[in-house]
């Protein structure tokens, strides 16, 4: 009882602190928020679970691996953004090619994320209630494809989209309040010798294929370039690199506390494990971590679907339109549901980001070798072909 009230103060307190105009209009934290709704959003929910099956013990140098890998392809993105303000006018036609690759896949990229999001939207509508089923879940899924699409068909993108900030000030709170429950219940385990050291279910190439089809889970932090009609370039560039040390800050206090508390096997791995792990923290984060994940995939996939039309539409030169887009996106997404589950929609997602990260990368290697550093540009060059091995090699989690 000590804890469940514990927690919600911790909530509360983190979503007052948020929610002050001193915090809430402060433009660099207004900046963030876009790639924080990304970077940790879905991926919290389902990568905790995962590292601790897969990794056991070095569950923590798997996700610092991730983040790490997040945060240099987050360099490349930011010195081609600064690359652009310099003098994007004079690129060379090579990367005007690749520019207009990358921005192809990031639009295939967000169809296959809002798959992503709203598979997890659904698992988690299901998950206490007595239908918690698959076949439940995907109806959810499929319903919500169909609320999305009608309202940006019917122009509703626009009053959808004022929930990101909400849902990431919910998001945020919740956190705390779970950090704090696992670091109370890690505490407790510590004191009565019942930490543990679980072995690796994996190691060697596969546990690398594994952790080469995670990087969706750390993605996001490219949002930030993409926010030039509302913020000057050094505010964007600050953005991201803040975003991403604040989720690694989280993220790895994170894994640290729960990595070493649950037997293997003591809760089945699936999309929605982190809520069954949390029921045995306090009863509390279960509703809590539902009411997040359903504010958080709903907005995340309302961005993506509004970002993804939008960019399809430009690259068409309008011959498909937003709302053209807009269906596609469904009907791929419906297919998808209906089709893979949603470890295996993890790894779609991965390679088709793994495409875009690789393509940034590369344009950043021809960038930096124009501007003659070569060593520079050797580390963007390496950058694109690890993003060409996560596409070739990352492989979906068995459930």
Same mark, same amino acid.
Request: charged share 10%; hydrophobic share 55%.
């Given at each position: ?50 590292? &601790? ?16 890998? /997040? ?36 639009? *295939?990229?967000? $169809?296959?994320?809002?798959?992503? !999001? ?10 206490? +209630? ?16 169909? $609320?999305?699409? *009608? ?45 543990? *050291? ?32 509302? !913020? =000057? ?6 953005? #991201? ?7 690694? %800050?989280? !993220? #790895?206090? !994170? ?14 791995? +699936?999309?929605?494990?982190?809520? &069954? ?14 009411? /997040? ?6 907005? /995340?996939?309302?961005? &993506? ?10 690259? +068409? ?23 893979? =589950? ?6 779609? @997602? ?13 344009? @950043? ?15 963007? /060059? ?10 070739? *090699?990352?492989?979906?989690?068995? %459930?």
């Amino acid at each position: 009882m000590i804890l469940n009230i514990g927690i919600l103060v911790a909530v509360l307190l983190t979503a007052l602190l948020l929610w002050l105009p001193k915090v809430r209009t402060r433009p660099t934290w207004r900046a963030m928020t876009t790639p924080l709704a990304s970077i940790i959003g879905s991926g919290f929910l389902v990568l905790g679970p995962i590292l &601790d099956e897969a990794y056991g013990k070095y569950a923590p140098l798997v996700m610092a691996a991730l983040c790490l890998g /997040a945060y240099l392809y987050g360099s490349a993105i930011r010195y081609n953004m600064a690359a652009l303000e310099a003098g994007g006018s004079h690129r060379s036609r090579l990367v005007e090619g690749l520019e207009t690759a990358a921005s192809w896949s990031l639009g *295939f990229a967000y $169809v296959i994320s809002v798959a992503y !999001y709203l598979n997890l939207f659904g698992a988690f509508g299901v998950s206490l +209630t007595a239908m918690n089923e698959p076949l439940q879940a995907k109806m959810v899924t499929t319903a919500v494809f169909g $609320v999305i699409v *009608f309202a940006g068909w019917t122009h509703g993108f626009k009053s959808l989209e004022q929930m990101e900030y909400v849902s990431v000030t919910a998001k945020l709170a919740i956190i705390a309040g779970l950090l704090l429950g696992l670091g109370a219940y890690f505490a407790g385990r510590a004191n009565d010798g019942g930490v543990l *050291f679980n072995l690796p279910k994996m190691t060697g190439w596969p546990a690398v294929a594994l952790a080469f089809g995670l990087i969706v889970t750390v993605q996001g932090f490219e949002t930030s370039r993409y926010l030039a009609a509302d !913020y =000057d370039s050094r505010t964007r560039e600050k953005s #991201m690199r803040w975003a991403q040390w604040l989720s690694t %800050g989280i !993220y #790895m206090t !994170y894994i640290l506390l729960l990595a070493y508390v649950f037997e293997r096997g003591e809760v089945k791995l +699936t999309e929605t494990a982190i809520v &069954d792990m949390m029921g045995l923290v306090a009863p509390i984060l279960t509703v809590l971590l539902v009411a /997040a994940a359903l504010a958080a995939q709903f907005s /995340a996939a309302v961005a &993506d679907t509004s970002g993804s039309g939008g960019l399809i539409a430009e690259l +068409t030169g309008g011959r498909m339109s937003p709302r053209g887009a807009y269906a596609v996106l469904a009907a791929v997404g419906v297919a998808l549901t209906w089709w893979a =589950d949603v470890f295996d929609i993890i790894a779609y @997602a991965s390679r088709a980001f793994a495409i875009y990260y690789m393509l940034q990368a590369a344009i @950043a290697a021809v960038t930096a070798w124009n501007a003659n550093a070569r060593t520079r540009s050797a580390g963007f /060059a390496a950058l694109a072909a690890i993003g060409a091995a996560i596409v070739v *090699f990352g492989r979906a989690v068995e %459930g």
